[in-house]
Protein backbone atom coordinates (compact mmCIF):
# COMPACT_ATOMS: atom_id res chain seq x y z
CA UNK A 1 0.00 0.00 0.00
CA UNK A 2 2.34 2.57 1.16
CA UNK A 3 4.71 1.68 -2.38
CA UNK A 4 1.28 1.99 -4.42
CA UNK A 5 0.82 5.58 -2.55
CA UNK A 6 4.72 7.16 -3.23
CA UNK A 7 4.02 5.41 -7.16
CA UNK A 8 0.49 7.70 -7.27
CA UNK A 9 3.34 10.38 -5.69
CA UNK A 10 6.09 10.14 -8.48
CA UNK A 11 3.26 9.75 -11.37
CA UNK A 12 1.84 13.23 -10.19
CA UNK A 13 4.96 14.95 -10.53
CA UNK A 14 5.92 13.45 -13.48
CA UNK A 15 3.00 13.94 -15.71
CA UNK A 16 1.72 17.27 -13.80
CA UNK A 17 4.55 19.74 -13.14
CA UNK A 18 5.30 19.79 -17.18
CA UNK A 19 1.68 21.28 -17.78
CA UNK A 20 1.74 23.75 -14.78
CA UNK A 21 5.10 24.99 -16.37
CA UNK A 22 3.88 25.09 -19.83
CA UNK A 23 0.75 27.42 -19.00
CA UNK A 24 2.43 29.13 -16.07
CA UNK A 25 2.76 32.57 -18.67
CA UNK A 26 -1.20 32.27 -18.36
CA UNK A 27 -1.89 33.49 -14.77
CA UNK A 28 -0.34 35.57 -11.66
CA UNK A 29 1.82 33.67 -9.95
CA UNK A 30 0.73 35.06 -6.10
CA UNK A 31 -3.02 34.01 -6.18
CA UNK A 32 -1.86 30.68 -7.70
CA UNK A 33 0.28 29.63 -5.20
CA UNK A 34 -1.91 30.53 -2.42
CA UNK A 35 -4.60 28.57 -4.01
CA UNK A 36 -2.78 25.18 -4.52
CA UNK A 37 -1.83 25.44 -0.84
CA UNK A 38 -5.34 26.25 0.22
CA UNK A 39 -6.70 22.96 -2.30
CA UNK A 40 -3.80 20.84 -0.22
CA UNK A 41 -4.71 22.02 3.08
CA UNK A 42 -8.75 21.00 1.95
CA UNK A 43 -7.17 17.48 0.78
CA UNK A 44 -4.81 16.81 3.82
CA UNK A 45 -8.41 17.29 5.57
CA UNK A 46 -10.09 15.09 3.92
CA UNK A 47 -7.36 12.47 4.72
CA UNK A 48 -9.31 10.56 8.15
CA UNK A 49 -12.41 10.71 6.65
CA UNK A 50 -11.35 7.66 3.56
CA UNK A 51 -13.03 4.55 4.46
CA UNK A 52 -11.67 2.41 1.48
CA UNK A 53 -8.12 2.11 -0.28
CA UNK A 54 -8.56 3.83 -3.35
CA UNK A 55 -10.15 6.72 -1.83
CA UNK A 56 -6.75 7.06 0.24
CA UNK A 57 -4.76 6.08 -3.23
CA UNK A 58 -6.90 8.80 -5.00
CA UNK A 59 -6.15 11.52 -2.26
CA UNK A 60 -2.85 10.52 -2.11
CA UNK A 61 -2.64 11.61 -6.09
CA UNK A 62 -4.41 14.76 -5.75
CA UNK A 63 -2.25 16.01 -3.22
CA UNK A 64 0.94 15.39 -4.63
CA UNK A 65 -0.89 16.68 -8.45
CA UNK A 66 -1.18 20.05 -6.41
CA UNK A 67 1.98 19.71 -5.06
CA UNK A 68 3.30 19.22 -8.87
CA UNK A 69 1.94 22.89 -9.54
CA UNK A 70 3.17 24.74 -6.02
CA UNK A 71 6.56 23.90 -5.55
CA UNK A 72 8.30 24.11 -8.93
CA UNK A 73 6.19 27.47 -9.80
CA UNK A 74 7.56 28.33 -5.98
CA UNK A 75 11.08 27.56 -6.82
CA UNK A 76 10.72 30.27 -9.44
CA UNK A 77 9.41 33.15 -8.16
CA UNK A 78 12.48 33.09 -5.57
CA UNK A 79 14.82 34.58 -7.96
CA UNK A 80 12.25 37.42 -8.99
CA UNK A 81 12.02 37.92 -5.06
CA UNK A 82 16.06 37.53 -4.26
CA UNK A 83 17.58 38.86 -7.79
CA UNK A 84 20.99 39.20 -5.92
CA UNK A 85 22.73 35.50 -6.99
CA UNK A 86 24.81 35.80 -4.18
CA UNK A 87 21.93 35.99 -1.45
CA UNK A 88 19.56 33.63 -3.92
CA UNK A 89 22.82 30.49 -3.52
CA UNK A 90 22.50 31.08 0.45
CA UNK A 91 18.52 30.77 -0.08
CA UNK A 92 18.83 27.98 -1.55
CA UNK A 93 21.31 26.19 0.95
CA UNK A 94 18.89 27.51 3.16
CA UNK A 95 15.99 25.28 1.53
CA UNK A 96 18.28 22.10 1.13
CA UNK A 97 18.62 22.47 5.09
CA UNK A 98 15.06 22.59 5.54
CA UNK A 99 14.46 19.70 3.34
CA UNK A 100 16.94 17.34 5.03
CA UNK A 101 15.62 18.50 8.48
CA UNK A 102 12.21 18.01 7.37
CA UNK A 103 13.22 14.00 6.40
CA UNK A 104 15.07 13.45 9.85
CA UNK A 105 12.63 15.22 12.27
CA UNK A 106 9.58 14.54 10.60
CA UNK A 107 9.18 10.87 11.64
CA UNK A 108 10.07 11.65 15.02
CA UNK A 109 7.78 14.18 16.07
CA UNK A 110 5.26 12.55 14.09
CA UNK A 111 5.70 10.00 16.42
CA UNK A 112 5.88 11.80 19.53
CA UNK A 113 2.92 13.76 18.68
CA UNK A 114 0.81 10.29 18.25
CA UNK A 115 1.38 9.81 22.40
CA UNK A 116 -0.94 13.48 22.42
CA UNK A 117 -3.21 13.84 19.12
CA UNK A 118 -5.42 11.12 17.25
CA UNK A 119 -4.16 10.61 13.71
CA UNK A 120 -7.12 12.88 12.84
CA UNK A 121 -5.43 15.86 14.76
CA UNK A 122 -2.04 15.27 12.94
CA UNK A 123 -3.84 15.46 9.21
CA UNK A 124 -5.81 19.08 11.03
CA UNK A 125 -2.56 20.49 11.81
CA UNK A 126 -0.39 19.93 8.86
CA UNK A 127 -3.93 21.05 6.70
CA UNK A 128 -2.97 24.01 9.28
CA UNK A 129 0.32 24.22 8.20
CA UNK A 130 -1.15 24.73 4.44
CA UNK A 131 -3.22 27.47 5.63
CA UNK A 132 0.06 28.95 7.47
CA UNK A 133 2.12 28.76 4.28
CA UNK A 134 -0.70 30.27 2.18
CA UNK A 135 -0.80 33.81 4.80
CA UNK A 136 2.85 33.96 4.39
CA UNK A 137 2.74 33.43 0.80
CA UNK A 138 0.14 36.68 0.77
CA UNK A 139 2.25 38.53 3.29
CA UNK A 140 5.76 38.49 0.91
CA UNK A 141 6.09 41.08 -1.85
CA UNK A 142 6.63 39.65 -5.01
CA UNK A 143 6.72 42.23 -7.87
CA UNK A 144 4.38 41.71 -10.32
CA UNK A 145 5.25 39.48 -13.13
CA UNK A 146 5.00 40.99 -16.99
CA UNK A 147 2.57 38.74 -18.52
CA UNK A 148 4.87 36.91 -21.35
CA UNK A 149 3.55 35.50 -24.80
CA UNK A 150 4.18 32.10 -25.63
CA UNK A 151 4.38 31.36 -29.32
CA UNK A 152 2.42 27.72 -30.80
CA UNK A 153 -0.33 25.52 -29.56
CA UNK A 154 -1.68 24.42 -26.23
CA UNK A 155 0.46 21.05 -26.99
CA UNK A 156 3.48 23.37 -27.70
CA UNK A 157 3.50 25.43 -24.99
CA UNK A 158 2.84 22.38 -22.46
CA UNK A 159 5.45 20.87 -23.94
CA UNK A 160 7.96 24.00 -24.47
CA UNK A 161 9.54 23.80 -20.79
CA UNK A 162 10.66 19.84 -21.25
CA UNK A 163 12.01 20.85 -24.84
CA UNK A 164 13.78 24.03 -23.71
CA UNK A 165 15.27 21.97 -20.88
CA UNK A 166 16.72 19.29 -22.91
CA UNK A 167 18.19 22.10 -25.86
CA UNK A 168 20.14 23.43 -23.09
CA UNK A 169 23.52 21.56 -23.12
CA UNK A 170 23.98 22.76 -19.28
CA UNK A 171 20.90 21.02 -18.49
CA UNK A 172 21.06 18.27 -19.86
CA UNK A 173 24.90 17.74 -18.07
CA UNK A 174 22.52 18.53 -14.85
CA UNK A 175 19.74 16.02 -15.50
CA UNK A 176 22.95 13.32 -16.00
CA UNK A 177 24.09 14.13 -13.17
CA UNK A 178 20.32 14.09 -11.27
CA UNK A 179 20.52 10.50 -12.69
CA UNK A 180 24.10 9.97 -10.62
CA UNK A 181 22.16 11.74 -7.62
CA UNK A 182 19.10 9.24 -8.39
CA UNK A 183 21.41 6.38 -8.16
CA UNK A 184 23.08 7.00 -5.01
CA UNK A 185 19.99 7.95 -3.24
CA UNK A 186 17.87 5.16 -4.41
CA UNK A 187 20.95 3.14 -2.29
CA UNK A 188 20.93 4.36 0.86
CA UNK A 189 17.00 4.90 0.95
CA UNK A 190 16.07 1.57 -0.56
CA UNK A 191 19.16 -0.71 0.89
CA UNK A 192 20.13 0.80 4.07
CA UNK A 193 17.53 -0.96 6.26
CA UNK A 194 18.05 -4.17 4.59
CA UNK A 195 21.78 -4.33 4.86
CA UNK A 196 22.10 -2.84 8.27
CA UNK A 197 19.18 -5.46 9.47
CA UNK A 198 19.73 -8.29 7.95
CA UNK A 199 23.71 -8.83 6.99
CA UNK A 200 25.07 -6.56 10.43
CA UNK A 201 21.95 -7.49 12.18
CA UNK A 202 21.61 -4.51 13.44
CA UNK A 203 18.57 -2.56 15.12
CA UNK A 204 16.48 0.39 13.80
CA UNK A 205 17.99 2.49 16.02
CA UNK A 206 21.77 1.70 13.88
CA UNK A 207 19.14 2.07 10.79
CA UNK A 208 18.07 5.25 11.57
CA UNK A 209 21.75 6.46 12.89
CA UNK A 210 22.67 5.52 8.75
CA UNK A 211 20.51 7.50 7.71
CA UNK A 212 20.92 10.26 9.45
CA UNK A 213 24.63 10.24 8.83
CA UNK A 214 23.54 10.35 5.27
CA UNK A 215 20.89 13.72 6.03
CA UNK A 216 24.09 14.95 7.79
CA UNK A 217 26.50 15.27 5.50
CA UNK A 218 23.72 17.02 3.17
CA UNK A 219 23.24 19.63 5.56
CA UNK A 220 27.20 19.99 6.10
CA UNK A 221 27.91 20.31 2.23
CA UNK A 222 24.88 22.88 2.23
CA UNK A 223 26.07 25.20 4.90
CA UNK A 224 29.14 25.33 3.33
CA UNK A 225 28.46 26.15 -0.56
CA UNK A 226 27.68 29.78 -0.14
CA UNK A 227 31.09 30.60 0.04
CA UNK A 228 31.94 27.54 -1.71
CA UNK A 229 30.37 28.98 -5.03
CA UNK A 230 31.38 32.80 -4.06
CA UNK A 231 34.83 31.48 -5.58
CA UNK A 232 34.28 28.46 -7.88
CA UNK A 233 31.44 27.55 -10.83
CA UNK A 234 29.17 25.52 -10.42
CA UNK A 235 29.99 22.37 -13.02
CA UNK A 236 33.46 21.58 -11.26
CA UNK A 237 31.24 21.50 -7.90
CA UNK A 238 28.81 19.20 -9.23
CA UNK A 239 31.11 16.83 -11.00
CA UNK A 240 33.31 16.67 -7.37
CA UNK A 241 29.76 16.01 -5.82
CA UNK A 242 28.83 13.20 -8.72
CA UNK A 243 32.52 11.31 -8.21
CA UNK A 244 32.07 11.58 -4.26
CA UNK A 245 28.92 9.66 -4.59
CA UNK A 246 30.76 6.53 -6.34
CA UNK A 247 33.41 6.65 -4.22
CA UNK A 248 30.73 6.27 -1.48
CA UNK A 249 29.12 3.53 -3.15
CA UNK A 250 32.30 1.60 -4.03
CA UNK A 251 33.51 1.73 -0.17
CA UNK A 252 29.28 0.00 0.88
CA UNK A 253 30.58 -2.80 -1.96
CA UNK A 254 33.36 -3.77 0.41
CA UNK A 255 30.88 -4.73 2.74
CA UNK A 256 31.62 -2.12 5.34
CA UNK A 257 30.74 -2.43 9.40
CA UNK A 258 28.22 0.29 10.64
CA UNK A 259 30.64 2.62 11.97
CA UNK A 260 32.31 2.74 8.37
CA UNK A 261 28.61 2.79 6.67
CA UNK A 262 27.88 5.51 9.02
CA UNK A 263 30.81 7.28 7.83
CA UNK A 264 30.31 6.40 4.67
CA UNK A 265 26.97 7.40 3.60
CA UNK A 266 27.94 10.76 5.38
CA UNK A 267 30.18 11.29 2.39
CA UNK A 268 27.73 10.67 0.16
CA UNK A 269 25.03 12.62 1.28
CA UNK A 270 27.44 15.51 0.81
CA UNK A 271 28.11 14.00 -2.20
CA UNK A 272 23.90 14.38 -3.50
CA UNK A 273 24.11 17.95 -1.51
CA UNK A 274 26.99 19.29 -3.93
CA UNK A 275 24.80 18.74 -6.70
CA UNK A 276 21.41 19.21 -5.70
CA UNK A 277 21.77 22.82 -3.71
CA UNK A 278 23.73 24.43 -7.23
CA UNK A 279 21.34 23.14 -9.41
CA UNK A 280 18.40 25.88 -8.88
CA UNK A 281 21.23 28.73 -9.88
CA UNK A 282 21.79 26.33 -13.73
CA UNK A 283 18.19 26.53 -13.77
CA UNK A 284 17.92 29.70 -13.25
CA UNK A 285 21.00 31.16 -15.61
CA UNK A 286 19.72 28.84 -18.40
CA UNK A 287 16.30 31.01 -18.39
CA UNK A 288 14.49 33.78 -18.59
CA UNK A 289 12.21 35.34 -16.35
CA UNK A 290 9.32 35.00 -18.32
CA UNK A 291 10.11 31.04 -18.93
CA UNK A 292 12.01 30.44 -15.48
CA UNK A 293 8.53 28.46 -14.13
CA UNK A 294 8.74 26.36 -17.34
CA UNK A 295 12.11 25.28 -17.00
CA UNK A 296 12.21 25.33 -13.13
CA UNK A 297 8.67 22.66 -13.68
CA UNK A 298 10.93 20.60 -16.02
CA UNK A 299 13.25 20.31 -13.46
CA UNK A 300 11.22 18.77 -11.03
CA UNK A 301 9.41 16.75 -13.38
CA UNK A 302 12.94 15.23 -15.29
CA UNK A 303 14.52 14.95 -11.68
CA UNK A 304 11.41 13.09 -10.19
CA UNK A 305 11.24 10.78 -12.66
CA UNK A 306 15.15 10.04 -12.34
CA UNK A 307 13.86 8.90 -8.92
CA UNK A 308 11.13 6.93 -10.48
CA UNK A 309 13.59 4.98 -11.90
CA UNK A 310 16.46 4.40 -10.05
CA UNK A 311 14.37 3.58 -6.80
CA UNK A 312 12.63 0.00 -8.28
CA UNK A 313 15.92 -0.73 -9.96
CA UNK A 314 18.14 -0.50 -6.09
CA UNK A 315 15.51 -2.58 -4.98
CA UNK A 316 14.93 -5.21 -7.32
CA UNK A 317 18.97 -5.48 -8.05
CA UNK A 318 18.87 -5.65 -3.96
CA UNK A 319 16.98 -8.56 -3.85
CA UNK A 320 18.48 -10.34 -6.51
CA UNK A 321 22.36 -10.16 -6.43
CA UNK A 322 22.85 -8.78 -2.90
CA UNK A 323 23.34 -5.25 -1.83
CA UNK A 324 27.12 -5.06 -2.14
CA UNK A 325 26.65 -5.88 -5.88
CA UNK A 326 24.08 -3.25 -6.23
CA UNK A 327 26.07 -0.99 -4.76
CA UNK A 328 29.32 -1.66 -7.02
CA UNK A 329 27.11 -1.60 -10.11
CA UNK A 330 25.12 1.54 -9.01
CA UNK A 331 28.95 3.20 -8.34
CA UNK A 332 29.31 2.40 -12.06
CA UNK A 333 26.49 4.12 -13.23
CA UNK A 334 27.31 7.05 -10.99
CA UNK A 335 30.41 7.11 -12.76
CA UNK A 336 28.93 6.77 -15.95
CA UNK A 337 26.85 9.43 -15.41
CA UNK A 338 29.50 11.93 -14.33
CA UNK A 339 30.87 11.34 -17.47
CA UNK A 340 27.84 11.88 -19.63
CA UNK A 341 27.67 15.23 -17.67
CA UNK A 342 30.69 16.23 -17.89
CA UNK A 343 30.76 15.82 -22.05
CA UNK A 344 26.70 17.35 -22.06
CA UNK A 345 27.79 20.02 -20.36
CA UNK A 346 30.55 21.58 -21.99
CA UNK A 347 34.06 23.27 -20.23
CA UNK A 348 33.52 26.65 -22.02
CA UNK A 349 30.16 27.55 -20.78
CA UNK A 350 29.97 31.48 -21.15
CA UNK A 351 26.44 32.71 -20.76
CA UNK A 352 26.80 35.59 -23.69
CA UNK A 353 26.92 34.31 -27.26
CA UNK A 354 26.91 35.61 -30.58
CA UNK A 355 24.10 34.15 -32.73
CA UNK A 356 22.05 34.33 -35.57
CA UNK A 357 19.01 34.34 -35.95
CA UNK A 358 17.29 33.63 -39.45
CA UNK A 359 15.12 35.63 -41.41
CA UNK A 360 11.24 34.92 -40.12
CA UNK A 361 7.80 36.31 -40.08
CA UNK A 362 5.53 35.68 -37.37
CA UNK A 363 2.87 37.60 -35.12
CA UNK A 364 3.42 38.26 -30.90
CA UNK A 365 2.83 41.28 -28.73
CA UNK A 366 6.09 43.42 -28.87
CA UNK A 367 7.40 47.01 -28.50
CA UNK A 368 9.63 48.52 -30.90
CA UNK A 369 13.02 48.04 -30.07
CA UNK A 370 16.23 47.09 -31.80
CA UNK A 371 14.84 43.71 -32.22
CA UNK A 372 11.50 45.07 -33.90
CA UNK A 373 12.25 47.62 -36.59
CA UNK A 374 9.53 47.48 -39.23
CA UNK A 375 6.84 49.78 -41.06
CA UNK A 376 3.22 50.21 -39.72
CA UNK A 377 0.23 50.84 -41.59
CA UNK A 378 -1.53 52.73 -39.16
CA UNK A 379 -4.40 50.44 -37.97
CA UNK A 380 -1.54 48.62 -35.32
CA UNK A 381 -2.48 51.05 -32.33
CA UNK A 382 -0.65 51.87 -29.58
CA UNK A 383 2.67 49.79 -28.27
CA UNK A 384 2.77 47.48 -27.15
CA UNK A 385 0.76 45.92 -30.10
CA UNK A 386 0.60 42.67 -31.76
CA UNK A 387 0.32 42.28 -35.55
CA UNK A 388 1.55 40.57 -38.12
CA UNK A 389 5.67 41.40 -38.90
CA UNK A 390 8.87 39.65 -40.56
CA UNK A 391 12.80 39.86 -39.20
CA UNK A 392 15.64 40.08 -41.58
CA UNK A 393 18.32 37.73 -40.98
CA UNK A 394 20.79 39.11 -38.70
CA UNK A 395 23.49 38.57 -35.61
CA UNK A 396 24.00 39.74 -32.42
CA UNK A 397 25.11 38.86 -28.94
CA UNK A 398 23.19 38.68 -25.35
CA UNK A 399 22.86 36.56 -22.66
CA UNK A 400 21.47 33.47 -24.29
CA UNK A 401 18.74 31.02 -23.35
CA UNK A 402 16.40 28.62 -25.49
CA UNK A 403 12.68 30.58 -25.74
CA UNK A 404 10.22 31.66 -28.63
CA UNK A 405 12.86 33.32 -30.34
CA UNK A 406 15.95 31.34 -29.57
CA UNK A 407 15.23 27.67 -30.57
CA UNK A 408 17.96 26.29 -31.04
CA UNK A 409 21.39 26.36 -29.04
CA UNK A 410 24.03 28.35 -31.27
CA UNK A 411 27.53 26.39 -32.23
CA UNK A 412 30.39 27.10 -30.06
CA UNK A 413 32.40 26.37 -33.47
CA UNK A 414 30.69 29.17 -35.48
CA UNK A 415 32.42 32.26 -35.68
Known sequence: ML???????????????????????????????????????????????????WQIYLLVFLLNLFSAGFKPVFAATIPDILPDERTYTRA????????????????????????????TGLFAANSAAFVVSAILIALTAIAPQRQ??????????????????????????????????????????????VYVRDTLGGSESDVALALAAAGGGSMLAALSLPRLLDRV???????CGAVLMALGLFGMALGPSLATLVCIWFGVGIGW??????????VNRSSSADDRPAYFSAQFALSHACWLVLYPVAGQLGSRIGVEATAFWLAVGVLGFA?????????????????THAETDH?????????????????????????????????????????DHHATWPDASTP
Not at 96 to 108: C, M, Q
Not at 233 to 239: E, H, Q, T
Not at 273 to 282: E, I, M
Request: proline fraction near 7%; charged fraction near 15%; include cysteine.
Open 92 to 119: LALSRLAYDLENLLSPLLAGLALLFFTY
Open 339 to 355: ALGAVLWPRDDPDVRLH
Open 3 to 53: GTALACKMVAYVVFAPIVGGLSHRFSRKPFLIAMDLVRAGLVLAMPFASAI
Open 363 to 403: EHTHVHDDHHEHDHEGWEGPEPHRHPHGHAAFRHTHPFVID
Open 233 to 239: PDRPVLL
Open 148 to 193: AERLGTIRQQITFGVSAYLRTPRLRGLLALYMAVASASAMVIVNTV
Open 273 to 282: SLVQTPAGRV
